[in-house]
């Protein structure tokens, strides 16, 4: 079973700080995919990299795919409240006639005034 | 267009009691996969289905069962619950396979307490 460990676990910064999440695995990933989650609320869907060392801009929020596609960091420009939740990665596994995503274990994000 | 939608939202259940989840992917949509979520074990995949046929299953007892209709609507049931199962259901469609290329879209989810 392919393991997606996150870091930090908690983070809890003030408003208009930068912070990286980190997505680390010791598996090759076919792609990777970010998601935002909120209370009572499924998991949205950010990014999907794809290409070793591959980088992406989604406003203040930056993803960059390892070379070897095995990690991955999310680095958010001046924090806001509304980017307060759950941050998850998750690796894509596709076996051919199967496919299914691992998610990360979870950064949880908290930006206060 | 309307998202996904999981019944029933919240619900409680007894030990050793059985229970069914239900869930009405995005129009269109053929794929449609369950996950578990709890603050210990995190997002766990249960099981993708796809045209009426398990595609993929996760590392979850026997107890954990699924199926799919022919119009793409899931139903996801737990047999003789346990306390451990106490936890976030959440139910994701998407177009085709799930994962590489396609976005999958999650529903609200179906929280359960076993007592």
């Known amino acids: 079973t392919q393991l997606l460990e996150q870091s930090p676990q908690f983070l809890s910064i003030q408003e208009g700080e930068n912070l990286t999440v980190y997505c680390n695995s010791s598996s090759v990933f076919s792609s990777l995919q970010w998601y935002r989650q909120e209370p009572g609320e499924g998991p949205v869907l950010l990014v999907t990299?794809?290409?070793?060392?591959e980088v992406k801009k989604l406003k203040r929020l930056t993803f960059q795919f390892g070379d070897a596609r095995k990690d991955s960091s999310l680095h958010i420009t001046a924090a806001q409240p509304g980017d307060t939740g759950l941050y998850l990665c998750a690796g894509f596994e596709n076996t051919g006639t199967a496919s299914k995503l691992t998610f990360g274990t979870g950064t949880r994000l908290q930006v206060t005034l | 267009k309307a998202g996904v939608t999981q019944t029933p939202r919240y619900l409680i259940k007894t030990r050793g009691q059985q229970v069914t989840l239900s869930c009405s992917p995005i129009?269109?949509?053929?794929?449609v996969s369950w996950y578990q979520q709890t603050p210990g074990q995190g997002l766990q995949f249960l099981f993708e289905?796809?045209?009426?046929?398990?595609?993929n299953k996760g590392n979850f007892p026997g107890r954990f069962s699924g199926r799919q209709f022919s119009n793409s609507r899931s139903e996801m049931n737990v047999s003789t619950l346990e306390l451990g199962d106490s936890a976030l259901y959440l139910c994701?469609?998407?177009?085709?396979?799930?994962?590489?290329?396609?976005?999958?879209?999650f529903g609200e989810g179906s929280w359960l307490t076993v007592v």
């Open positions: 990299v794809v290409t070793g060392g």
């Open positions: 994701a469609s998407s177009l085709v396979v799930a994962g590489f290329g396609n976005t999958i879209y």
């Open positions: 289905y796809f045209s009426e046929t398990q595609r």
């Open positions: 129009s269109g949509h053929r794929s």
